[in-house]
């Protein structure tokens, strides 16, 4: 089986190469830069489903498009924004780097619909990785504002007001918005505070904004955020740069995300493979973080809802036809339970990397576990030739790469069915191993490998951007027809006009004043 289409080029990148092709993207994606036109994939090469085999020579390859491409420009009428704002915006982005991510998105998101002038974002110093980096620290902030300059107008403070010969500071009113607030809470509550005060300041800002929304463009604006304007700072690029060379000088490469660290377990409430006292721990953590239910380990087990242990992502691989010369690059934090967990893994796949085995620069070492080298390891997941999260429940990382692969030319992805395979090892632990990587395998062929496919709830759009992110140059469905190739340049002309008409306004309001007086 042959998957016609986009295909990854391999070996080593020349100095600058991949930020050179990255800063190409970001400049060429908006109009639909990638031609991926082909069949929806399947990786059955035998016809039958419960007697085949996986051909792993494919999954290196990306996904088929069915001939979608990823597109993010407007494709109706999207005005400029104003000059004149009806007040500032302030949020604080709390959690880590991609739930941070997300809600950068939805900032902007929501200065749109508000009408509003977004002051840059904050990022919570107080989150799980007690780093403050901030977003000066982490992004880009000039291509940030400059990408965004058709959509919302962003500032990097709120402005002082000068007025009579006096300063006035504007204090931005603090709200707390609802969980998945609907736009209705924006254009409402949140406008009027605005309004009265000249700025608001909704803290915290994770979640506050519905990710399911019936306004296409609005959905448009969140990808032009996430995969355009939200651009590591070039230092952080340059250092995935040296990484992703290094892994792909010697072929393809494959990364993890091995979800195995403390707060997640915790969350999902698995403590039985673990020893008395780490039990405590997790139990200690669940009690201080999580709201308190209780939770039976085995009936979690049973329904899939316990991170996949070290081991049984090394049977899941090895079950598809990946040999122990695979070479795995591992993004993760601490794992919990340490090297025990860990060495059947490493038996099974001794090829292992991480950022810091990779490139042991001094930036790294002293911020392995911090936002600088959650977005290293992002973007090394984001490049990698396959992707594999072993729990994407609540892991923003996890969810938003997937969607990032999605746009970025239908990467490939190996997304486990953990509800599906819990049998499977639940068995097999009970002694039950005869036909046990065939029945892996049944339920692997089953799932999506990175092509098109449609949103199901509880899946993320941040996780799947299908359709309204992606176009067809061919089709007879107007809402799905890629937009004109010089819908750049309208927005552009349309921003002049918009600055040629306020400047007139404002030279008109002068005029009428010198004359009243």
């Known amino acids: 089986m042959r998957r016609l289409g986009h295909q990854r080029q391999h070996g080593k990148q020349g100095g600058g190469g991949l930020l050179a092709k990255l800063s190409i993207a970001v400049l060429f994606l908006l109009i639909c830069s990638l031609s991926l036109l082909s069949a929806p994939f399947t990786p059955n090469t035998n016809g039958s489903t419960a007697s085949s085999q996986i051909n792993v020579e494919e999954l290196w390859k990306s996904a088929n498009s069915g001939g979608w491409k990823p597109s993010s420009a407007p494709r109706s009428k999207w005005p400029p924004p104003p000059k004149e704002t009806n007040g500032y915006l302030r949020v604080r982005c709390n959690g880590g ?121 609005y959905q448009r604006l969140r990808c032009r955020v996430n995969y355009h304007a939200l651009r590591f700072k070039p230092h952080i690029m340059k250092l995935s740069e040296s990484i992703v060379d290094k892994l792909r000088s010697q072929g393809h490469f494959m990364a993890i995300h091995l979800r195995f660290e403390m707060d997640m377990l915790s969350f999902a409430g698995c403590f039985d493979i673990f020893t008395p006292a780490e039990q405590k721990i997790l139990k200690k953590y669940r009690k201080e973080n999580f709201a308190d239910k209780t939770l039976i380990y085995k009936e979690r087990r049973a ?136 029945a892996v395998r049944h339920v692997m062929l089953k799932t999506n490998f990175g092509g098109p496919h449609k949103r199901i709830s509880p899946e993320s759009f941040y996780t799947n951007s299908w359709p309204e992110c992606f176009c067809q140059m061919e089709t007879q469905n107007p809402a799905h027809k890629c937009p004109s190739e010089n819908v750049m340049q309208n927005l552009h002309s349309q921003l002049v006009t918009e600055n040629i008409d306020m400047e007139q306004h404002n030279r008109s309001d002068s005029t009428v004043s010198l004359a009243e007086r």
């Open 97 to 217: 780097l991609n739930q941070q991510r997300s809600a950068i998105c939805n900032a902007v998101l929501a200065a749109r619909i508000m009408n509003a002038t977004l002051v840059l974002p904050e990022l919570d110093a107080n989150s799980f990785w007690h780093d403050d980096s901030g977003f000066h620290g982490l992004y880009d902030v000039e291509h940030f504002i400059q990408s965004l300059r058709f959509d919302v107008q962003i500032v990097e403070r709120i402005p002082e007001i000068h007025k009579n010969g006096k300063t006035k500071k504007i204090k931005a009113f603090q709200l707390r918005p609802p969980r998945d607030a609907p736009i209705s809470w924006y254009t409402t509550d949140a406008l009027k505070k605005m309004k009265e005060h000249g700025a608001i300041y909704l803290s915290p800002f994770s979640h506050r904004l519905a990710e399911e929304i019936d306004n296409p463009e």
């Open 303 to 438: 329904i899939g809802k316990c991170p996949l242990t070290p081991e049984e992502v090394g049977l899941i691989l090895r079950a598809m036809g990946f040999n122990n010369s695979t070479r795995i690059y591992l993004a993760a934090g601490e794992l919990f339970g340490g090297e025990r967990f860990m060495t059947p893994f490493r038996a099974l796949f001794p090829r292992l990397e991480n950022h810091s085995s990779v490139d042991a620069s001094e930036e790294l070492a002293t911020n392995s576990q911090g936002l600088i080298g959650s977005a290293v390891d992002y973007m090394v997941c984001l490049l990698a030739d396959i992707f594999m999260p072993t729990y994407d429940g609540p892991s923003n990382f996890a969810n938003n790469l997937l969607g990032h692969r999605l746009y970025y030319g239908f990467r490939t992805n190996i997304r486990p069915d953990r509800k599906g395979l819990a049998p499977v090892f639940i068995a097999r632990e009970n002694g039950r191993t005869a036909g046990f990587e065939e």
